[in-house]
């Protein structure tokens, strides 16, 4: 399968961050997939936000589960992002990922290009 990014490149301060995965090349549906996000910067490394199963158990990080939504748009084969309250710390390259089980740090079977968003007024 083969994964795409998309959403604005740059978001204000307190703002919320919207991204869009979109799959290709397989369902969202097919069974045992986890759709992950996982974003990346210089200051913080690697760090996975969070992720939906094909059949909608949604799973989030710790830390920023209280910042965090994700959901899937099966109609669309998308699944989404929303970062809410972001700070400058938020700025990094995000990455949309698939992987057959829960995945939160390690390989994965597909992953896309990734975007950068930039946190800034």
Known sequence: ??????????????????LTCTVSGGSITTPYGYWSWIRQSPKKGREWLGAVSSSGDIFYNPPLKSRTSISLDTSKNQFTLQLISVTPEDTAMYYCARSDGLVTDGEYDSRGQGIQVTVSS
């Open 1 to 18: 399968v083969q994964l795409r990014e998309s959403g604005p490149g740059l978001v204000k301060p307190s703002q919320t961050l919207s």
